[in-house]
């Protein structure tokens, strides 16, 4: 019974379940079971090297180098099912990692020549192996990760500076889309692949099919398998073009919540990109923070993620990141925090009483967020009519707030403000309503970032619904309009009267400015207003801008551009310092720390401001209308 059980777990470890069962039945008659306590040291970087191939019964262990400056060069996390030892069992000479016990562990530790034998019989294997452990290709990353300590090329760097196509290294298995599911699944179980991309005659692709998809839309719908598989393949593809850079895959990939993605030469197929290939010659990936933040399972453990998150970020602002790629990153890590905080709520509390959709609004709605994670979120819920149901609903959210507030306040992402007030929790009716008494009075309640929410859980046609409407409102409303400018126009640069800068005259933050308030703040609302002018769609400030210019030929869109990315910048730089001196990284700048040059820039930037304030009031005489 004990063998029977010990062939079927490894019948669902990657790529030992392509061996057959007397083969399985061979191998486990040499293999034992170790146990290693958390903390507990597997394997030693420069030391002896593996004389069995690991794999994870039960726990989890870390791989990571030391530097010669003895930092910490995380490179995989591997948990149930995965394995480690195999590169340094074929190479013979040394360990190139550390492998220790992130929690208690049990393994089956597969002996040395069982190992070669397996895959001296068994090409499938020893293929698999040679493509996901490329001796060679470590050993370079190998050295160019120590060198990352001593003034060599960085893994961050090469994030900006290589392109898609000189890394991709996967070829997917293609099918046509009027193939039937029973031959698509063969194909599948021949290659003993997970996922085949559907294409066209011309190999263009149309979508994907992946073994969870034949779990859940053919075995457990009953679909009749004759039926052609592109009525069970999943679209959009997410796509990376060959010629990005790899940074912009590896948001891609972390912004949808997916572990490949293809990559295009043109609209034809080249190859796809994993997060392995990522770990291969980058460093410090934020890809191990994902899966860090998608393992926790209490909000406790979150607190330690903090400093790992912070430092991912930094990580690539330090090399060479520019300022949109920090903030969409933040955003989307601040995403994924989220709802690994709501995903632990839901485990102790149950599902929510009625379906909702948990959204971002301002600076994270556009994808806008700095070192200082001032996230707004919001919930929109399905309408209900029951009193006895809105009890439920009330005090269910209520305690979702709180325990999201809480977290983020605990882990220091959120400073000292909340993340999600109650009156941001309401059903989709109550919200049209709000949205409906916005116009020129005081008193209703304006936040100008609910036209930026965005949708980060639950179905987004709740929000993006509220959000067109907004949008529609101001499109028809000249009196909302002249609110929004008048709202907007409220934080003035801080220039003087001889254009000197404007700084706070005591307390906390004398001789400072807030960079964040008085000037990005400004630049976001002057785009927003713009944009609602002309029915720009787009989230993000830089988004509406590059529309403006392209599309609707706004000459000055290119200066706010430069602006933009210029203030941004400063302040990323500046929160990361405040943060190296141990302190939270917040808004305020103290313009006498810069060079003359960026002082200069710096009033540019406030008077190029100006003159969109000026012209902005002279549209809609916002003077007249109160704030």
Not at 241 to 261: G, T, V, Y
Not at 448 to 454: L, Q
Request: proline share 4%; aromatic share 8%.
């Amino acid at each position: 019974m004990l063998k029977d059980e010990i062939i079927d777990f490894f019948k669902n470890v990657m790529p030992l379940n392509q061996l057959s069962h007397e083969t399985l039945e061979e191998m486990i008659d040499d293999i034992s079971m170790e146990y290693y306590p958390k903390g507990e040291k597997i394997l030693l970087q420069d030391g002896p090297p593996s004389e069995f191939l690991g794999v994870i019964k039960k726990g989890g262990v870390k791989v990571y180098q030391t530097s010669e400056t003895d930092e910490e060069v995380v490179v995989d996390l591997r948990s149930e099912g995965e394995h480690f030892g195999m590169l340094s069992l074929l190479s013979g000479d040394r360990s190139r990692n550390n492998v220790i016990a992130i929690e208690d562990t049990i393994c089956y530790q597969i002996p040395k020549n069982t190992v070669l034998g397996v895959l001296q019989k068994n090409p499938e294997v020893n293929d698999y192996f040679l493509k996901s452990f490329f001796v060679n290709l470590l050993d370079k990353t190998y050295e160019e990760t120590r060198k990352a300590y001593t003034g060599g090329t960085t893994g961050e760097q090469l994030l900006f500076s290589t392109k898609v196509k000189d890394i991709v290294r996967t070829e997917p298995k293609t099918i046509l889309p009027d193939i039937s599911i029973q031959q698509a699944a063969l194909e599948m179980a021949t290659h003993k692949i997970s996922s085949l991309v559907v294409v066209d005659s011309a190999g263009l692709p149309l979508g994907m099919v992946t073994d969870r998809d034949f779990r859940e839309k053919v075995v457990a719908e009953a679909r009749d398998v004759a039926n052609p598989v592109k009525a069970i393949m999943n679209t959009p593809l997410i796509t990376i073009d060959s010629e990005e850079n790899c940074f912009e895959a590896l948001l891609r990939m972390i912004r949808n919540r997916i572990h490949h993605i293809l990559v295009l030469e043109g609209e034809k197929l080249k190859g796809m990109l994993t997060n392995h290939d990522f770990m291969l010659f980058q460093g410090s990936s934020p890809t191990i923070l994902v899966k860090e933040i998608g393992q926790i399972k209490t909000i406790e453990e979150l607190r330690d993620t903090a400093p790992k998150f912070y430092k991912a970020v930094s990580s690539l602002l330090r090399h060479g990141a520019r300022p949109h790629n920090i903030t969409g990153l933040i955003t989307e890590l601040m995403e994924k925090i989220s709802n690994t905080v709501v995903d632990i709520f839901t485990e102790e509390n149950g599902d929510p009483p009625v379906p909702y959709t948990l959204f971002f609004f301002g600076g994270g709605g556009r994808h806008e967020l700095t070192l200082s994670f001032k996230v707004k979120m919001g919930v929109v819920y399905q309408d209900v009519i029951s009193p006895e149901l809105k009890r439920q609903v009330d005090t269910y959210f209520k305690l979702l707030a709180e325990t999201l507030n809480s977290s983020m306040l605990a882990c220091d992402l959120t400073g000292a403000e909340q993340c999600i007030k109650t009156e941001n929790i309401q059903g989709a009716s109550t919200w049209q309503k709000q949205f409906k008494r916005w116009g020129t009075g005081a008193g209703t309640g304006r936040d100008t970032g609910f036209f930026d929410m965005r949708a980060i859980r639950g179905e987004h046609d709740r929000v993006n619904t509220l959000r067109q409407y907004l949008i529609n409102r101001a499109a028809h409303s000249r009196g909302l309009m002249e609110a929004l400018a008048a709202d907007t126009l409220q934080k003035k640069p801080p220039l003087g009267f001889f254009k000197d800068f404007v700084v706070e005259k005591g307390g906390e933050h004398k001789n400072k400015l807030n960079l964040y308030e008085r000037g990005i703040k400004p630049l976001v609302g002057c785009a927003r207003i713009y944009g609602l002018e002309k029915g720009v769609m787009r989230h993000s400030t830089l988004g509406r801008l590059h529309e403006l210019s392209s599309r609707h030929g706004f000459k000055v869109a290119e200066d706010m551009i430069q602006a933009f990315g210029y203030l941004n910048a400063l302040l990323i730089h500046s929160q990361l310092h405040q943060a190296e001196e141990g302190g939270l990284p917040g808004n305020f700048i103290n313009p006498d720390s810069l060079t003359s040059f960026e002082r200069k820039t710096l009033k540019e930037s406030f008077q190029l401001t100006a003159r969109l304030y000026e012209d902005i009031e002279g549209n809609y005489w916002s003077g007249k209308v109160l704030p």
